[in-house]
């Protein structure tokens, strides 16, 4: 999986709303506090609206929140509104992917990709980076990515 700009930017975008609460931020406030250029935030603030996961406030006091409570927004559906689906195989369905010979077991390595993902993104929600807690899961393979880069290098 390779996390575009567009990703990281909306996570973190999305992040800033979670901590905000009941606060809305604009666009300049939320490019400002997390170094994002502006027009590119307003592009994903778009997309991010059309996917349900966060409105837009008009008025003085106006802005952007969070569509719903920020324990019920995953990682994993901020990057579906951005970015589409969590890993592809050349946008082939995994489901029924088979290969001849000695790749034949390749498609479940990429179905255990997939399924590593979604361990991660589906159980971290915006509430989990927001108090700074993530789940265990996420613990344990932050830890395990540290040894293997003392070990092996990045």
Sequence with gaps: MRITARTDYAVRAMAELAASG???????QLS????????????????????????SVRGPRGG?????????????DV?????????????????GLEYPGPAAMLPNVWRAVRTS????????TLADLSRGALPEVVRQRAQEYTADVRHYGE
């Design 22 to 28: 009941d606060t809305p931020l604009t666009a300049e």
């Design 32 to 55: 400002q506090r997390q170094d994002i250029p502006v027009r590119f935030l307003f592009g994903i603030l778009g997309e991010l609206r059309l996917a349900g996961l966060v409105h």
């Design 64 to 76: 952007y929140l969070l569509a719903t409570t920020a324990a019920r927004i995953s990682l994993a």
């Design 79 to 95: 990057i579906r509104a951005v970015d589409g689906s969590l890993a592809k195989v050349r946008d082939l369905s995994l489901t």
């Design 117 to 124: 993902l979604r361990q991660v993104l589906e159980t971290t």
